[in-house]
């Protein structure tokens, strides 16, 4: 029986004895109730009595157990058969020992409570197996006491101690299971004790005997009463006596923490160094109060130690490895507080450093942010935030993507979201403003160069280096026959080669062309061209040309068309060349043709006209004047023909001489002026001041002259007036006619100077075009000025110094200046 077992057997038999002394004195008073001496003193008595009795039910309330005591055995064992035993103890103590038996109150708490811990498995002081019916019916028929450890369902320790006293039976009834034990860091381990003891009870009684690290327990005063081998062992003994005589203690702070525990009935866990087997642990001492005394064990937590300096320094390296991350980072604990934050989240957000250091919580965080405009504007604030706060308790397998904000100050920040393993919410911000802008530009790029290429006529491919079309315009897919899904997913090159080749079989082309995409030699990555005459008859120009990033352009070009046109421009220009020459052979064979014959009859017309023949008579000499004229008027239309005829051929060649323009248009008008009075036409010459020379062709010129006068009286009226003039300007000197005539059409101005242009007065047509090609020969233009009604001026505009495609190239003197002549004589 323990020293507490003992106290409270004590205390129960004096208990009796007063109790009885208080009846015989109660008794003795009521038969003497004269002795008014006696009186007084069995009050004091009864007084007294009633004092220990208040104290000792005080006593009992106190306790942590309860006390059963029959004034007679039951002598039955069923659940009815425990007898009326009386209940010392507190209704709390009654109350957790129900739970503990796992049985319900009732009128009969006592019976109830031994018939529900009777048949549990229970291990005497002796280590024997038993039950407490067995012991019960032992104390009650042989008065053999017992004391037992019931283990409990849910893990706990219930001490039953059980002795006879006189024809008394008293039941110590005591929990023992290890209080506040669940408080400590030793909950994993009570939690492995209770899985334990549900699954082998009995085995439980034997674990620390057998458990792996050391355990103890020690008494009241601190000295060892028991330990398990790996005790033994860690003191450098082999025998448990050795370490109870020399009382060897693992560590000396093992006492004061016994004694601690004893004091504040709880358990005390502290780690501390010690050697064992010659090797420095770490050990978790775990030292609890139990009755009588102590019980502790020693955990090895040197590789818990050795793993939390790991992690300490783990962490350490973190921390520094996201403060030099350019991403903003923020980690919340389990409580949602700020626990870290790396120098680019404070950056980012510019929040104050010692708010952040006083560790806010996430709601107060986005509070804050919200009140400096750092978070995305919220029509509903509240539920946004709460939402934010949901994925503390989201599922870890639960997925978080990736958001982006859009700040009202302009940025817009990607944020990351993923449950920390330490357990908490880990924030990554990062500023995505910049990429975003230089991707909006990118598509934008992208998408007027894809628009572009889709407004080219030219069909355009660019494939990868793999070979892989990437990129192509709306007129590749029509120029040969693609479906728009048809060049969907990237096709390779010999997939699109294999449809053009419908178009165009020729593989020797289609391989090189394959080679330039392909090779990555400097060699075959050169800019080729190339044509292709395709099986429909069209003509394609192809080119390929490699991209910086490793690609290759190709164009094709559908010059189907131009071929043609070249082909027939070359036909034509051919055709203009056999012509010209067919026309200038004409020209000079025509030209000689009648030259001969013509200067023959002018020859003879004058010889006749002067009497050769014999003198002609007034009828005859107006014929002869007709031939005469038509003679000449022939001979001037040879002569334009062939000036024509050599312009054309680029031959015409001018004889340039010093010309005084003035001798020349009053030359001209005199040879005409026969000419105009005989059709009543007035004949002028106005010349505006002294014109002086020029350089030029003075036939030339005079052809010119004529041609303006001839053409001019040919469209005047009888009774006009025809003047031909000339005037000087700077480097310029201009010969002009103007006739008072009929004028020309807006419509037909545009065509008289043009060859065979022939007028309503009729004429060949050579006239005004010669006037035009003598004056681009000397450098100089024509210019036309009519009214229909109003007459017509043609003026050419001549330089001092002829520098048209007709000036042969002269003798070139250099001046020498006469300074530089001396030095050289």
Known sequence: MTGQTFQFATMIVTFGAMAFALVVGIWAFRKTAGARAAQAVWRRKLSDMEDRIARADSIFGAHPGLVLVWDEPPFEETATGWGQPKIFGSSVALASLLRFAEATDGPDPAGILMEGLADYEARSSSGDETTLRKRFQELMQQGRPFSLTIIGPSGRFLEV????????????????????????????????????????????????????????????????????????????????????????????????????????????????????????????????????????????????????????????????????????????????????????????????????????????????????????????????????????????NDETPDELWPLPDGRTLRIARQRHPLGGLMLIFEDKTDELSLKARYNTLINVQRATLDKLHEAVAVFGANGRLQLNNNAFEELWGFEPDELDGQPDFDTVAETCASLFADDRIWNDIKGRVTDPSPQARKQVTGEMHRSDERVLTYLTRPLPDGATLICWDDVTDSRRIEEALRERAEALEASERIKTEFVEHVSYQLRTPLTTIGGYADMLAQGFAGELTDRQKEPMAAIQAASEHLAKLIDDILDVAAI?????????????????????????????????IKLDVEIDGPVGLLRADRNRLKQVAMNLLSNALRHVEPGGNVTIGARGQGDEVTLWVADDGEGIAPDQQAKVFDRFARGERGGAGLGLALVKEIAKLHGGWVELQSEPGQGTKVACHLPLEASGEGVPPELGLVKTPVSSLSETI
């Open 161 to 396: 101690d059980g002795r006879a006293a006189g024809t008394q039976l008293v039941v110590w009834l005591s929990d023992s299971t290890i209080r506040g034990l669940e408080e400590s860091g030793a909950r994993g381990r009570i939690e492995e004790a209770r899985r334990l003891v549900s699954q082998d009870p009995v085995a439980f009684l034997d674990m620390l005997g057998r458990a792996p690290f050391p355990a103890w327990r020690t008494n009241a005063s601190g000295r060892i009463e028991w330990a398990n081998q790996i005790y033994v062992g860690a003191v450098d003994r082999k025998r448990l006596d050795e370490v109870l005589g020399d009382q060897l203690l693992l560590d000396n702070g093992m006492k004061e923490q016994a004694a601690r525990a004893i004091q504040d009935s709880k358990p005390i866990s502290e780690t501390r160094i010690v050697v064992i087997n010659g090797r420095r642990r770490a050990m978790e001492f775990l030292i609890f109060p139990v009755s009588g005394g102590a019980a502790g064990i020693a955990i090895d937590q040197t590789a818990s130690e050795e793993a939390k300096a790991d992690l300490k320094r783990f962490r350490r390296a973190h921390d520094e490895t996201l403060h030099h991350m350019a991403e903003a980072v923020v980690v919340f604990d389990r409580s949602k507080r700020l626990s870290f934050h790396n120098k680019a989240f404070k950056a980012l957000f510019k929040l104050d450093d010692a708010w952040l250091t006083e560790r806010p919580g996430h709601a107060q965080l986005l509070d804050r942010m919200r009140e400096k405009r750092l978070l995305p504007e919220q029509a509903d604030f509240a539920q946004w935030k709460s939402d934010e706060l949901a994925y503390y308790d989201a599922s870890p």
């Open 648 to 680: 054309d051929a680029g031959q015409l060649e001018l004889d340039l001489g010093d010309v005084d323009i003035e001798s020349v248009a009053r030359e001209s008008a005199e040879l005409l002026a026969a000419r105009a009075d005989h059709n009543s």
